[in-house]
């Protein structure tokens, strides 16, 4: 080969090289634009099986496994919650004229905790809640550490319009965005009595639908139980869903969006063992289609892990031409 060949041969690979760079930053680019509208679940590859065993093309939907709120990553979330609705509480009721006899804070709250844990061992309480957790952030080395099995995981992006849409067709919360702390930062005392302000009219919102949905059923409420009170069964309803709204915000980098279900509203609640403790569960179907992107950590075999997981959505009747498939560049090797 000549001189003239060589650099001709140069150029080429140039040329090569360039168009090879022009078609990364166009999938990256095709990618972030789906992703921006999306949600994403980091799990495990034996999680996504459980999650597609019974799905066919007939039976298109993913199973999830909703766990009590009690079992998150954070023990005391549900603790946090509370404490923070009762900051508010008083200044929530009295803002809305609540009659003293109606009124949540004349209860005693020790008492009130004692019949939560005694309410939530009966069958379909309305104390007990569980969830599944989404998030904004995708591709994130935090989240395939904490949830996508260190980096060697699946993170599934369900767009989040048709989710919602599926969820109120089944009369079900919508998927919502947690709120990370209200009045722990110090560097800006305005922006704290801002987030308190925003924090009281939404326990106050809240306050008004279930007392009027309390207030609605109140007498089916006293067929069932004789000991019942507007009160009791408000703080009960409150209890349920408040507390699944915020969180500590140590835990903000996770942008959590936050599936509820409720376990008067399920037929069969489950049990599972994790590090020898039993956690409660029950099941709640997605819709495939809402699936737009399937994600594999950064440390695993991505190409035929890729593969296999396109194989397996085929098996299950998923046609996979319209879904992003995306192994994670993150430069990341677990010891």
Not at 161 to 186: A, C, F, P, Q
Request: with cysteine; glycine share 4%; net charge neutral.
């Amino acid at each position: 080969m000549n001189n003239e060949e060589k650099k001709s041969l140069q150029r080429l690979k140039a040329l090569e090289a360039e168009e090879v760079k022009k078609k990364a930053i166009s999938n990256l680019i095709e990618v972030q634009q789906v992703a921006s509208s999306c949600v994403f679940h980091y799990t495990t590859a034996g999680a996504l099986i459980g999650m597609l065993k019974n799905t066919t093309k007939e039976n298109a939907h993913l199973t999830f496994w909703a766990s009590h709120i009690s079992y998150m990553n954070d023990k005391e979330e549900r603790k946090y919650g509370v404490d923070k609705m009762w900051e508010v509480l008083k200044d929530v009721e009295n803002d809305l004229s609540i009659p003293k006899v109606k009124r949540i804070t004349e209860l005693d709250r020790d008492e009130l905790n004692k019949f939560v844990k005694i309410k939530s061992l009966e069958r379909k309480s309305l104390v007990n809640v569980y969830s599944v957790s989404f998030s904004k952030t995708f591709d994130t080395l935090p989240m395939w550490k904490m949830y996508g099995q260190d980096c060697n995981g699946i993170c599934l992006g369900f767009d989040l319009k048709s989710v919602n849409e599926y969820l109120k067709s089944r009369n079900m919360d919508t998927l919502d965005g947690i709120v990370y702390g209200i009045g722990e930062s110090i560097s800006d005392s305005q922006m704290n009595n801002e987030e308190l302000e925003r924090w009281k009219e939404y326990v106050k919102y809240m306050y008004q639908q279930t007392m009027t949905f309390i207030e609605q059923n109140f007498n089916q409420i006293k067929i069932i139980d004789e000991n019942s009170n507007i009160a009791l069964y408000n703080y009960f309803a409150l209890y349920n869903i408040i507390p699944c709204k915020i969180k500590n915000p140590s835990y903000k980098y996770e942008d959590e969006y936050r599936l509820i279900c409720r376990e008067f509203n399920n037929k069969e609640l489950y049990f599972r063992e994790r590090k020898g403790l039993l956690f409660p569960y029950v099941e709640v179907d997605l819709p495939l289609d809402a699936l737009k992107i399937i994600a594999v950590g950064p440390t695993i075999d991505k190409e035929r892990q890729l593969w296999s997981v396109a194989k397996l959505l085929t098996e299950r009747g998923k046609d996979i031409s319209s879904l992003i498939f995306w192994g994670s560049d993150i430069p990341y090797y677990s010891v």
